[in-house]
């Protein structure tokens, strides 16, 4: 499927209408553009009924180098291990109640860290967009957040589309070709072709 994101909007707002909350899942491997549309997503729901659409980035929830470190596991930053789905769950839970205004974490890339309380959730954001890798892994215990969601997408993106993407994202952090194409090919990619291959079908594949 293939929407334009004001048809994707126009359609979540429809069918969250009435609710007092609506949680989306927008998943899909690194440099598949989710952060991006889930931002825009939002900012077109905004538009229609302005303040009612925010963002949850599944990033925020990244295990910090201090645990990752004695684990040995900094050099496979982004695999499933290395987050806390458990901290996203339990979040996602107190979003879904819609009783008071939930603080969340948001990663800070430059400074390869999560930032505490980034970002709130507050009772006037009845449409949740949560976007991150693993929202629709099918392995425990990241198969718990599933019954979360209200709607889940994910964007289809092509492998070689994905590549040169990453290397560029890594050659914009400051790494060198070499390093850049070795992290792309020999961990973010390993990391998308899990993402594709273990996640549970989403209602919409968007492309």
């Known amino acids: 499927m ?9 359609q979540i707002v429809d069918a969250a209408a009435d609710r007092k909350r609506f949680i989306v899942a927008l998943a899909g491997p690194p440099a598949a553009g ?5 931002e825009w997503l939002a900012r077109e729901i905004n538009a229609r009924q302005p303040g009612i659409a925010a963002v949850v980035p599944m990033d925020g929830y990244h295990l910090d180098n201090a645990v ?14 290395t987050f806390d789905p458990d901290g996203l769950l339990h979040d996602l839970q107190r979003i879904r109640r819609a009783d008071r205004t939930v603080a ?11 930032r505490a309380g980034g970002r709130l ?20 215990p990241w198969s718990a957040l599933h019954e979360c969601f209200d709607l889940s997408l ?9 590549e040169a993407r990453l290397i560029q994202r890594w050659l914009g952090m400051g790494q060198d070709q070499r390093s850049a ?7 973010d990619m390993l990391n998308a072709r899990l993402i594709k291959a273990a996640s549970v079908e989403p209602d919409i594949r968007w492309y």
């Open 104 to 114: 969340v974490p948001v990663f800070d890339r430059p400074l390869d860290l999560a």
């Open 2 to 10: 293939n929407p334009s994101i004001h048809d994707m909007a126009a």
């Open 68 to 81: 990752l470190e004695p684990r040995g596991q900094v050099p496979i930053k982004g695999a499933p291990e």
């Open 121 to 140: 959730i507050t009772l006037e954001h009845r449409i949740v967009i949560v976007e991150g890798n693993y929202l629709l892994f099918d392995q425990a």
């Open 34 to 38: 989710k952060s991006f549309l889930a």
């Open 154 to 162: 994910f964007l289809e993106v092509p492998d070689e589309v994905l």
């Open 181 to 187: 194409l070795d992290k792309a090919r020999h961990k």
